[in-house]
């Protein structure tokens, strides 16, 4: 298993630029989610889903979007760039469905995203 | 909503010392706590969890403390090390549920002193 995937690792965007996070994971996890990452701030929620076809709002939704259409991908849309958004972005997965192990969340490798 | 308090933010102690650090949570539904371990540029690693069905759970030289009453959970670290350094957050949220989101708190920097 290659556990959660995230791409691109490292992105550079201009204030008002669009762009794609993409998370995939093949551990079949219901549960997929986006967190930022801001110095002293912790890890904050920003969508997620508890399976395909369904999302929903975590802490702080606003300026991003998500679409669950199968079990695999849970994308992040960022439809207009901003300074703001500069932040480390981390897929996460787990299952919902119970066992030893079923609450065990794994994090992707993180997202450095700078917007200038 | 739902909110997940850390303290300390830093934490600096001396190597074979202990180090605890606190939680509290909002949801009162609540009924599983992981710790995660992150270390400089790595991604956050699950630690330790404890269910509110259980008090406290230990795994050598950690362990997590539960008060569902008082709505607290702590992480003890004991004869720490340096690699014990890292930054570490506490995560609350409900168990084999579909609103089971997860929140984590704003993280503790712990720094392990030779």
């Known amino acids: 298993n290659a556990g959660v995937t995230q791409t691109p690792k490292f992105q550079v965007l201009k204030t008002g630029q669009s762009m794609t996070l993409q998370c995939a994971q093949d551990?079949?996890?219901?549960?997929m989610s986006w967190y930022r990452q801001d110095p002293g701030m912790g890890l904050r929620l920003i969508h997620y889903?508890?399976?395909?076809?369904?999302?929903d709002q975590g802490e702080v939704p606003n300026g991003y979007n998500v679409s669950r259409s199968t079990t695999e991908d849970f994308p992040l849309r960022l439809l207009s760039a901003a300074p703001s958004q500069t932040s480390v972005y981390f897929c996460?997965?787990?299952?919902?469905?119970?066992?030893?192990?079923?609450?065990?969340?794994?994090f992707g490798e993180g997202s450095w995203l700078t917007v200038v | 909503g739902e909110n997940v308090e850390q303290h300390p933010s830093t934490l600096s102690v001396q190597e074979g010392d202990s180090a605890v650090i606190k939680c509290t949570y909002s949801?009162?539904?609540?009924?599983?706590f992981p710790w995660y371990k992150q270390e400089l540029g790595k991604r956050p690693q699950l630690i330790i969890d404890?269910?509110?069905?259980?008090g406290e759970k230990k795994d050598q030289r950690i362990a997590v403390t539960l008060n569902k009453t008082a709505k607290h959970f702590s992480l003890h670290i004991t004869e720490t090390q340096p690699e014990d350094s890292a930054v570490y957050f506490c995560?609350?949220?409900?168990?084999?549920?579909?609103?089971?989101?997860?929140?984590f708190g704003s993280g503790t920097r712990l720094s392990i002193r030779p």
């Open positions: 889903s508890v399976g395909a076809g369904i999302t």
């Open positions: 995560a609350a949220s409900r168990d084999y549920s579909s609103a089971s989101k997860i929140i």
């Open positions: 404890i269910r509110s069905n259980v």
């Open positions: 551990m079949n996890h219901e549960y």
């Open positions: 949801d009162s539904a609540s009924n599983y």
């Open positions: 996460a997965s787990r299952l919902t469905s119970g066992g030893v192990t079923g609450n065990t969340i794994y």
